[in-house]
């Protein structure tokens, strides 16, 4: 048997240790790694879900060509001739912007990368630009503190307050539970702020269902609070922020009445809340990426983190926010190139459909890697329709998704378990390995190895000088100061020595000012306000619903709100065990639209329409309807109802943004 330590590739929080056994009569079992300094032994059912694709019946056996509509076997050689020629010729024809190349972050490997080495090393191709996910509150805390940073997990057991802010960690964030339930014994005051009860509101003491989309304006409405009532840490305030006068200016339009009536939070709430988040410190916010998909999504954060700046929860022990980090990126090598070296034309995420099919020069060749963007994108009707003029699409994947399936050349890619390489993520301070317990099976080969083998085909083998190995202590080379190695990694995770227990400790912010800027300038210059108005643009209009519901609601083609988490069991379109939608619904909307729990529904928006099975339950907001993303029927999946849409900052996508109208389907 053989025995390996390695790490879950998973674009999650966790980032959970493993230990992987192997034998030819037990096959490939992994297990928790109990030495794991976050994680510690328990692991959820997407780990098992990965081992359980390395032998499976559904993995993607060896290249496919589709001839005729059809896939057919192919060689490894002769897969690399075509796409050799493919690049070639569009190289000739139309140039490097002819060739599209999606990506994101279906696996957390730093090798895995090379992918976009590659297309750099060919001049710079079409890329997206932006984020699908969390752009929006990361760019505003690049304009707010200078960075994203933050503390270490174990941090939060020394907070007083704890509000999961658009954040459910008994789903999305497992091992961060245990610290919570910690805090909490030690006296603790733990706070949900959600439009649904979610399963984290089990062991909070106190659960606020505020409208969708209106988290920034609760925020700017408890600021109104504070400045009123002066309970502003003074000291911190003087020393450590700018931009106090023009926030309170705007925090002024936030008056508690008013913000009631948008978010559905009393005046008496908004004040305790307000109280115990100046009065009752360190405060703690862990907030999560919901929140900030809306089109006011980054102004939404910046609200968030003035609360914290008011109040000098910030640079202390058990206080700040958790939102994500930039530790590694400063302290490891990158195997992408110097930005100086090439330039790629770039498209947002949320228009990327859009911008594809009036591009010039035409996209005329498509390579997809990390990702599913036929399920995964915004407006995913108008991505087949843009797919299928690409004259020829290649991606690489593990088994046949949906995007896979409608292109015309399909490369086999390993899994985490047949390969070597580095997680380091945006959330875990710790540094480990996904280490080779077995060869790759079939004919899988990893994507650094594919895109080496092309460059050298190619005469790019200047740009790709090193073997896998070579990369990954190319990589790990500045951190040989403090004694870590490829070899000691193999041994085991390291906690990163580079990453403080206590983010931004130093009160050294890295903004124009070296403060916090309530006000700043690059916000100016981006967004064309310099304060945070969560209120701006789409979000105002949207939010203006909840002004005249009570009178106006017949006069809304589509008067419901519609949110598509994140699923318990499956990673976006990743581990998805059925096909079908899945709708939750509170009782009032049900009775509404005369539905109960196993009815169907047809969902629609202005963009398209779909069936799912209705189940209702008190958890979901009166006004809202809930449909888990990554599922799919035919192929389809809960995007289809979307469009994109640009967001305040970042160039995120507003996945929320959508609303929607119910309607019992009836079935003669």
């Known amino acids: 048997m053989t025995v390996l330590r390695s790490a879950c590739p998973l674009n999650c929080p966790d980032s959970c240790g493993f230990v992987v056994e192997y034998s030819e009569d037990k096959g490939l079992q992994v297990h928790g790694d109990k030495k794991h300094p976050l994680t510690k032994g328990f692991i959820c059912s997407k780990a098992q ?101 933050a503390s270490d997990w174990t941090q939060v057991t020394q907070a007083k307050v704890i509000i999961l802010w658009g954040r459910d960690p008994a789903i999305t964030n497992l091992h961060m539970v245990p610290l919570l339930l910690e805090a909490k014994k030690a006296g603790a005051r733990i706070v949900v702020i959600n439009p649904v009860r979610v399963k984290s509101a089990d062991f909070a003491q106190d659960y ?8 920034g304006v609760l925020a700017m409405g408890i600021a109104h609070i504070i400045l009123r009532e002066g309970w502003l840490d003074w000291d911190f305030v003087r020393r450590s922020v700018q931009g106090l ?75 700040g926010i958790h939102y994500g980090n930039q530790y590694h990126g400063r302290h490891l090598n990158k195997v992408t190139m110097d930005r100086h070296r090439y330039q790629s034309r770039t498209f947002p ?67 985490a378990f047949e390969e070597e390489d580095l997680i380091a993520t945006s959330w875990s301070p710790i540094l480990q390995l996904t280490q080779k317990i077995v060869e790759p099976q079939y004919e899988a080969r990893s994507e650094a190895v594919i895109f080496t083998e092309l460059a050298h085909r190619l005469g790019l083998g200047e740009a790709f000088p090193y073997t896998t190995e070579q990369w990954l202590e190319y990589v790990l080379a500045p951190l040989s100061e403090y004694g870590i190695t490829l070899e000691s990694l193999r041994k085991g995770p390291i906690r990163a020595p580079y990453i403080p227990e206590v983010a931004w400790e130093d009160l050294q912010f890295k903004t124009p000012s070296g403060k916090i800027e309530l006000a700043s300038e690059i916000a100016l210059a981006e967004y064309g306000d310099a304060v945070a108005d969560p209120l701006l643009e789409g979000s105002r209009d949207n939010l203006k619903v909840y002004q ?70 008190e958890d979901i907001h009166p006004q809202t309807v809930v449909i888990p993303e990554g599922g799919t029927v035919d192929g389809f999946g809960v995007n289809q109802l979307l469009a994109g849409k640009p967001s305040d900052f970042g160039e995120s996508t507003p996945y929320y943004e959508a609303r929607c109208q119910l309607r019992k389907w009836m079935v003669d």
């Open 49 to 149: 879900a990965q081992a359980q694709r390395v032998f499976s019946a559904e993995r993607l056996r060896f290249p496919l060509l589709k001839d005729q509509g059809v896939f057919r076997r192919i060689s490894w050689d002769e897969a690399y001739i075509l796409l050799a020629d493919k690049i070639e010729e569009t190289l000739k024809e139309v140039g490097a912007r002819g060739i599209l190349h999606h990506y994101d972050y279906g696996h957390n490997g730093t090798l895995r990368e090379l992918d976009r080495r590659f297309f750099q090393a060919l001049g710079g191709v079409t890329e997206p630009r932006g984020s699908m996910c969390w752009g929006a509150g990361y760019r505003a805390q690049e304009i707010d503190f200078g960075g994203v940073l």
């Open 208 to 215: 606020v269902q505020v409208n969708p989309g209106s988290d």
């Open 245 to 319: 006068e023009a926030f309170a200016q705007r925090a002024k339009e936030y008056n508690p009445e008013r913000v009631a009536i948008l978010t559905g939070i009393s005046v008496e709430k908004q004040e305790e809340l307000a109280q115990i988040i100046s009065r009752t410190r360190p405060v703690t916010i862990l907030a999560g990426y919901g929140l900030q998909r809306y089109s006011g999504g980054g102004n939404t954060l910046r609200a968030i983190d003035a609360l914290l700046a008011l109040t000098g929860n910030l640079g202390k022990s058990g206080a």
């Open 349 to 415: 995420h949320p228009f990327l459909a859009e911008e594809i099919r009036k591009a010039d020069p035409p996209i005329r060749l498509a390579v997809v890697t990390r990702s599913n963007p036929l399920v995964q994108q915004p407006d995913s009707l108008l991505w087949r329709e843009v797919w299928r003029e690409i004259p020829f699409k290649v991606t690489f994947d593990i088994t046949l998704t949906e995007t896979a399936r409608h292109s015309d050349m399909v490369l086999p890619v390993t899994t």
């Open 548 to 617: 005249e519901f009570s009178k106006t609601q017949s006069q809304w083609d589509y008067p419901w709100y519609l949110i598509t988490p994140h699923p318990h069991h499956s990673l976006h379109s990743q581990f998805q065990e059925t096909e079908g939608f899945q709708l939750y619904i509170h009782p009032q909307l049900a009775e509404k639209h005369y539905l109960f729990t196993g009815d169907r529904a047809l969902v629609e928006t202005e963009h398209g329409q779909l069936l799912a099975w209705v189940s209702v339950s």
